[in-house]
């Protein structure tokens, strides 16, 4: 049976604000887990890209704001069987150009863009304005770097901040003499769907104070159409 697990994740950034998704993410992260990946734009590498794909073939991408052509030299592998004698073109990582996507899992219309478009930037309303243009009932959004999820009138709000712990220069901390670092907690989602239930699962890499990394999980769940009591 396919998985019906959707990792949600964006604005990597590598190599300009992080050098790689961090390893304690990328153990957990392995082929034949994963039926989807709902990418929300500033995805500027092809080794990432790669990965990605290795995950799950699957690979829904959405333009971010600081997207570069992702066209350089194919993978080792590829170059050997160019070097053998294939005729196959080297590969190629395009821009992606939809501002926002729509896929639907269950009963559940999940639209993602990277939210440059929302004005102001995770603006609730504005964010709502969207979903009810997109008519979706979960909408996935970047461009913060910061994990938040919510739920407003009826539908799911959900930004899967930076799998990086890349910086955003819409961050008004940014640069603050009182912060030890310029950065945000690694943080990325997967999505459990089944019929008009979500169950999102959060990992964020956190740091004790002696410095050790630990990948934390936490659990939120949405019902389409739940009626308070």
């Avoid at 990418?39 to 990432?48: A, I, K, Q």
């Avoid at 670092?181 to 990992?203: A, C, E, I, K």
């Avoid at 104070?209 to 009626?227: D, H, L, M, Q």
Wanted: hydrophobic share 40%; glycine share 10%.
């Amino acid at each position: 049976m396919a998985s019906r697990l959707v990792l949600v994740l964006g604005d990597l950034f590598i190599p300009d604000r992080a050098i790689d998704i961090p390893a304690k993410f990328k153990k957990l992260l392995t082929p034949g887990k994963i039926g989807q990946i709902l990418c929300l734009g500033n995805l500027t590498s092809p080794s990432v890209y790669a990965f990605l794909r290795q995950l799950a073939p699957d690979l829904q991408l959405v333009k971010g704001d600081f997207d570069i052509p992702l066209t350089t030299s194919a993978p080792a592998q590829q170059q050997q069987g160019a070097a053998a004698g294939s005729n196959a073109p080297e590969a190629t990582f395009p821009i992606p150009t939809a501002l926002s996507k729509v896929v639907t899992h269950g009963g559940l219309r999940i639209g993602f863009t990277h939210g440059d478009s929302i004005v102001p930037p995770g603006d609730p309303d504005a964010l709502l304005i969207a979903a009810r243009q997109m008519d979706v009932d979960v909408l996935c959004w970047g461009g913060t770097c910061k994990f938040e999820a919510y739920e407003m009138e009826g539908k799911f709000f959900i930004n899967p901040g930076s799998a990086t712990g890349a910086c955003s220069w819409t961050d008004e901390t940014l640069g603050d003499e009182d912060s030890e670092d310029d950065g945000n907690v690694p943080s990325f989602v997967l999505m459990d769907v089944q019929g008009d239930v979500l169950v999102l699962y959060v990992y964020q890499l956190k740091k004790d104070a002696t410095g050790n990394e630990t990948v934390g999980v936490e659990k939120v769940s949405f019902r389409k159409n739940a009626t308070s009591t």
